[in-house]
């Protein structure tokens, strides 16, 4: 079994500007282990747009490198390659799924696996699902820092890896 695991940061949405990824992560689960190697990840020139108040991630001491960075369908080749044909896997994927969408709205991804779906319906007891309290609770955060060493959360690479690292176990426990 393979299935492709990813992250966006967006913009969030502000009047008159629509929400935007600026960053993309990526890495894949094969047979029930994350494969490092997979790891991929690209920032998105968004211009000088404002970003919501409560998007969250790192974007304003990256502005510089936004700034320059590839538009989202130059990319669309790389990113495809990546994502056709395969399942992919989100922690509560409408906002993955919806930022595909507008990259490829004529496009069909997935099928789609919802880490969020599946752990409440696997752990209907749990206090929190956010996806950072889920590693917590599942002792999963040293295996997920030493994916993305020096990351922490809201950034999309760090994000897809410790989903993965989430499906990976959801995925060995019998629940997909």
Same mark, same amino acid.
């Given at each position: 079994?393979? @299935?492709?695991?990813? %992250?966006? =940061?967006?913009?969030?949405?502000?009047?008159?500007?629509?929400?935007?990824?600026?960053?993309?992560? !990526?890495?894949?689960?094969?047979?029930?282990?994350?494969?490092? =190697?997979?790891?991929?990840?690209?920032?998105?020139?968004?211009?000088?747009?404002? @970003?919501?108040?409560?998007?969250?991630?790192?974007?304003? =001491?990256?502005?510089?490198?936004?700034?320059?960075?590839?538009?989202?369908?130059?990319?669309?080749?790389?990113?495809?390659?990546?994502?056709?044909?395969?399942?992919?896997?989100?922690?509560?994927?409408?906002?993955?799924?919806?930022?595909?969408?507008?990259?490829?709205?004529?496009?069909? @991804?997935?099928?789609?696996? %919802?880490?969020?779906?599946?752990?409440?319906?696997?752990?209907?007891?749990?206090?929190?699902?956010?996806?950072? %309290?889920?590693?917590?609770?599942?002792? !999963?955060?040293?295996?997920?820092?030493?994916?993305?060493?020096?990351?922490?959360?809201?950034?999309?690479?760090?994000?897809?890896?410790?989903?993965?690292?989430?499906?990976?176990? !959801?995925?060995?426990?019998?629940? @997909?």
């Amino acid at each position: 079994m393979r @299935f492709t695991v990813l %992250d966006f =940061e967006t913009t969030g949405v502000v009047k008159g500007w629509p929400n935007e990824p600026w960053q993309l992560g !990526l890495v894949d689960v094969v047979d029930g282990e994350v494969v490092p =190697e997979t790891k991929w990840e690209t920032l998105f020139r968004v211009g000088n747009r404002p @970003f919501s108040p409560r998007a969250v991630g790192r974007y304003a =001491e990256r502005r510089d490198e936004l700034a320059v960075a590839p538009e989202p369908m130059s990319l669309w080749p790389e990113i495809s390659a990546r994502l056709l044909g395969r399942p992919l896997v989100a922690h509560n994927v409408s906002t993955e799924r919806t930022m595909l969408t507008k990259l490829a709205p004529m496009t069909a @991804f997935g099928p789609w696996i %919802d880490t969020l779906r599946f752990a409440r319906a696997r752990y209907p007891k749990l206090e929190s699902y956010a996806l950072g %309290d889920l590693i917590a609770a599942f002792g !999963l955060q040293a295996e997920v820092d030493a994916l993305c060493p020096g990351r922490t959360w809201h950034d999309a690479l760090y994000d897809a890896c410790a989903c993965a690292v989430l499906a990976a176990r !959801l995925a060995r426990g019998g629940l @997909f």
